[in-house]
């Protein structure tokens, strides 16, 4: 078990040989991401936990909201963007997972 922290940035909570959760918080007009942002060895679910802001994810937008969920393909490019007056708070799962204990992208199919 983990307690989750939704302070600022991005945060690997806890990650298990199949599956990772992360946090996500983006302050008002943050944006993260972008048309070479890509996952290429794993799927991201997305939950919106507070905030509002739009995803742009192989091109097409989606508004983002408090209880919207969200998938993100493997290998589909993508961006997410704060918008409103409060951060934009989210909580990503990973399958299988994407990132180091740090932070840092893992590379395709493997594990720390």
Not at 8 to 31: C, K, N, P, Y
Not at 33 to 57: C, F, K, L, T
């Amino acid at each position: 078990m983990t307690q989750l922290d939704f302070d600022s940035g991005f945060d690997v909570a806890l990650t298990h040989g199949r599956a990772q959760a992360a946090t996500m918080t983006l302050r008002a007009g943050e944006r993260t991401g972008g048309p070479d942002n890509r996952h290429v060895g794993a799927d991201q679910w997305m939950y919106v936990v507070s905030g509002r802001g739009e995803a742009i994810v192989g091109g097409e937008r989606h508004e983002l909201g408090p209880g919207a969920l969200l998938l993100i393909e493997r290998g589909e490019a993508h961006e997410i963007r704060a918008g409103g007056g409060e951060p934009l708070r989210t909580l990503n799962f990973y399958d299988p997972p994407a990132y180091s204990a740090t932070g840092d992208p893992l590379p395709a199919g493997r594990s720390e």
